[in-house]
């Protein structure tokens, strides 16, 4: 089977931004994912140059089109790579191939007598380049441009559009995937409801000059998204090219819903008239805003994806849109949103589940995978999670459900996290009987994180290939290949050697977050700066909300405790933060180890470590000091339920 995956070719009279960027994104996470389903894929993207908005744009430039649309149309295919996306095939409007599939089309659809010639007086919306319907106008206005459109008759050309219309409301009914999510499919039938116009096809060389030349009259060019549409074909090879016959079949477009109706209308009917097979999906996304605010130039929030990564890096800016955008519905971008999330799901769930499974596989079983024995209770929870986690990853990524993909994912994440606190590898290690159980567990997470690198391959490849490598696993290894196949718990061979490998995400501290350029950030209250007399702020010791911020306070789960030898105040306690460290705490006059054993308590998670009798203190458990009797005792911190070890305490 084979998938034919393409990405609207961008307009060259704007820069990439994380609108393309987003679209881009999600067409290559499900080429990468059909690839791991076994199917041939085929990836494009490209460069939209012709039309008036380009002549227009090289003009204020004062360069010729052609070079102007050389310099945009790069700046595109090299932003790509850097989001560790990889087209197949970079089109061009401009390619001379393009051009060629272009002119046959149109002499043929002009041959059967699809296209004629006619006046035409419209209200045209420059900004569109089209001419826009009264019913489209709101208040007099472009409802995109915000414009009024201009009066403009003139002589042209004209594909039938309306005689195919009953065919494609047919096929629109017969395949309820043919335009998703529904949506947008009942968009589109509510515009059909109404009888089409025929689609004005050309532009008079007097008017337009930048365009593709109509092979049946040279005192016109194409209409931009008449020939902008056939790239998909062309791209291919049409008619008679072998990528042709081997990926049309397959043909998915992703688009945004502001070219729905060229993509949902023009161009299906284009296909009915030449005689092609329709394209089997078209998946339509909503719009990405910043800060709750409309990405524009004017207001100066657009977000480039270059400074994105070198700022968060490809696949925090990867994990972040696919997770974030419910596909189909608008989303707002903001570098809390994604901060948020790489301290919470990147760094602290999926990040430290891998650290700390491989510093344990290290520390007890040499970095080499174990045998496992028997399953018990916490076994097989972990296995049934990582089964239906795949099943439905599988069924929302076919359905472009990236969100709901990932939040399952990150369910099998969260299970493997509780099966290492209710496990407690730590404790197993100490008893030598247990060696067998030791082994198991380790061998289960180990197990884990390879379904994770399979499934996360697809969105994070850099994350993904990093996992892989610790794990001791060659990217092409049978068991992290084809999904079907690899899809099956127990497939780490016994015996793999680990690598010893950095940390997968770091935690973006706040230093890193204020100085983010690329985007506005929403404006925080500072703390009152100290002028009213009697409050907190009128004190010596008042510190600002950054200074707050750089404490990383942690909820850390006791799973150890003992005396101190020669102490009668320290307890030595060994934590999940979520990690294993150790803290020695000044609390052996309040409490027994006993008595702290699994509790979960608040630690300053980043004090530089200190000495205390020997023993390295890797941070400080905070409790509350009252006075009792002329005594001072200690009371824990606490938090009010059971929540992951190493959950940060804001
Ligand atoms: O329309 N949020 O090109 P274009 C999400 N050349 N996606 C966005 C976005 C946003 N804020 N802004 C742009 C054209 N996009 C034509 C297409 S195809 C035969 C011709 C993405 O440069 C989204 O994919 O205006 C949208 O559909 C596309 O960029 C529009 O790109």
């Not at 403009?152 to 999510?181: C, G, V």
């Not at 916490?378 to 999670?385: C, E, G, I, N, S």
């Not at 803290?583 to 054993?597: F, K, L, M, N």
């Not at 300053?604 to 006075?627: D, Y």
């Amino acid at each position: 089977m084979t998938t034919y995956i393409t990405t609207p070719i961008y307009y060259v009279n704007a820069q990439p931004h994380l609108g393309h960027a987003y679209t881009t994104i999600v067409a290559d996470t499900y080429s990468r994912f059909m690839r791991l389903c076994g199917e041939r894929v085929r990836l494009q993207t490209g460069t939209d140059e012709h039309g008036d908005k380009i002549a227009e744009a090289a003009a204020r430039e004062g360069v010729s089109p052609r070079e102007y649309v050389d310099r945009i149309s790069a700046l595109f295919r090299e932003t790509w790579p850097q989001l560790t996306i990889e087209p197949e095939n970079f089109i061009r409007t401009t390619d001379p191939g393009h051009i060629r599939t272009v002119q046959n089309i149109l002499q043929q659809v002009y041959d059967q007598g699809d296209i004629y010639f006619g006046e035409y007086t419209g209200l045209y919306c420059k900004g569109c380049e089209r001419f826009l319907t009264e019913k489209e106008l709101e208040k007099g206005l472009c409802p995109d441009h915000q414009l009024p459109p201009d009066e403009i008759s003139e002589q042209n050309y004209f594909f039938r559009m309306s005689r195919y219309q009953q065919q494609l409301i047919d096929h629109i009914q017969a395949h309820p995937e043919f335009i998703t999510p529904e949506r947008y499919r009942n968009e589109v039938l509510s515009f059909l409801s109404e009888p089409l116009e025929d689609l004005c096809i050309s532009r008079p060389t007097s008017r337009l000059t930048w365009g593709i030349s109509l092979p049946f009259d040279e005192n016109f060019v194409t209409y931009v998204w008449f020939d902008a549409l056939i790239n998909y074909l062309s791209g291919l090879g049409y008619p008679d090219g072998p990528d042709f016959a081997d990926f049309w079949a397959g043909a998915e477009h992703v688009i945004a819903k502001d070219i729905l109706k060229p993509h949902a209308i023009f161009w299906p009917t284009m296909l009915l008239a030449m005689g092609a097979p329709l394209y089997q999906r078209l998946h339509v996304h909503g719009y990405w805003n910043v800060d709750e605010t409309k990405m524009s130039k004017s207001i100066g929030n657009v977000v480039r994806p270059a400074e994105l990564v070198e700022e968060y890096g490809v696949d925090t800016l990867r994990y972040f849109i696919l997770r974030e955008m419910s596909f189909g519905l608008d989303a707002s971008f903001s570098s809390d949103g994604i901060v948020a999330r790489q301290n919470s799901d990147l760094a602290n769930d999926l990040g430290n589940l891998f650290s700390r499974s491989l510093a344990m596989l290290a520390k007890y079983v040499d970095s080499t995978v174990p045998a496992h024995s028997v399953d018990d209770e916490t076994d097989v929870l972990l296995r049934k999670t990582a089964t239906s986690m795949l099943a439905s990853y599988r069924s929302h990524m076919k359905d472009f459900e990236f969100h709901r993909a990932l939040r399952s994912v990150w369910e099998l994440v969260a299970q493997a996290n509780k099966y290492i606190v209710v496990n407690e590898p730590w404790t197993l290690a100490q008893d030598a009987s247990q060696a067998g159980r030791l082994g198991s567990v380790l061998y289960n997470l180990a197990e884990a994180l390879r379904l994770l690198a399979l499934v996360l391959r697809p969105v994070m490849p850099t994350t993904s290939a990093k996992m892989a490598a610790g794990l001791g696993l060659a990217e092409d290894d049978a068991c992290l290949k084809g999904l079907d196949t690899a899809g099956v718990w127990g497939l780490i061979p016994v015996g793999t050697r680990l690598q010893a490998t950095p940390s997968l995400f770091p935690r973006m501290d706040q230093k890193k977050k204020q100085s983010a350029p690329a985007v506005a950030r929403k404006s925080k209250t500072p703390p009152a700066q100290g002028k009213e007399k009697g409050g907190a702020a009128a004190t010596e010791n008042v510190i600002t909300f950054d200074q707050f911020q750089q404490v990383e306070l942690r909820v850390a789960e006791i799973v150890a405790a003992e005396r101190v030898k020669k102490s009668d105040r320290l307890l030595k306690l060994t934590v999940m933060a979520p990690e294993q460290r150790t803290i020695v705490a000044g609390i052996a006059q309040s409490y027994s180890p006993d008595e702290v054993i699994g509790r979960q308590v608040i630690i300053v998670a980043n004090l530089k470590p200190v000495r205390l009798m020997g023993i390295e203190s890797q941070g400080m458990v905070l409790a509350a000091k009252i006075e009792e009797n002329g005594a001072s005792r200690l009371v824990l911190t606490a938090v009010s339920g059971p929540v992951a070890p190493g959950s940060t305490v804001a």
